[in-house]
């Protein structure tokens, strides 16, 4: 069979039960997938134009808006848990009470945006920026954050987080 690579008898029968075993594995996986409403097929919008859109009270766990134009978007108490926002521009969006947790929000806009009392546990927030961003009452614990955003957002920290319990200048680690 000319399609199958060259190798010996005993690694050819391992290379097509390999095979094999992804292909049913898939099917299985995407056959769950489609028939269980817990597992939701995962939602893009990266690169997308999304200004003004209403996300409040949404569920879009591990849904994608890498590198999106989220400006003046309202993503209020939605569960963002797991999602993906790298490189995108968030200015004036409204993200109170938002579940993050361990989202990636790398090398986000924050401009001007309300993070009060959210939820970000564990999130990647790397070269974010957050220039006159409310966060009253936002948990940022376990969150990867550089020094410099640290003390930038320790300025204004302020409140206890109404679902976590955490203190802002404590998840934090404000002096």
């Not at 966060?135 to 409140?159: P, Y």
Request: glycine share 8%; charged share 15%.
């Amino acid at each position: 069979m000319p399609w199958l690579p060259n190798l010996p008898p005993n690694l050819l029968k391992r290379f097509l039960v390999a095979i094999l075993g992804l292909a049913l594995g898939f099917s299985l996986w995407t056959g769950v997938a489609a028939a269980n409403p817990n597992y939701p097929p995962p939602l893009s919008f990266s690169n997308a134009e999304l200004k003004g859109r209403d996300f409040s009270g949404q569920q879009l766990r591990a849904a994608e808006f890498s590198n999106a134009n989220l400006e003046l978007t309202n993503f209020s108490d939605a569960d963002v848990r797991g999602a993906i926002f790298s490189g995108s521009v968030a200015t004036d969006a409204n993200f109170h009470g938002a579940d993050f947790t361990t989202g990636m929000l790398d090398s986000v806009s924050f401009t001007r945006s309300d993070l009060s009392d959210a939820v970000l546990v564990d999130t990647i927030l790397l070269r974010a920026t957050f220039d006159d961003t409310a966060i009253a009452g936002a948990d940022f614990s376990g969150a990867i954050l550089d020094g410099a955003q640290a003390r930038q957002l320790c300025k204004t920290a302020a409140g206890v987080n109404s679902t976590t319990g955490v203190a802002t200048r404590d998840s934090l680690g404000c002096r």
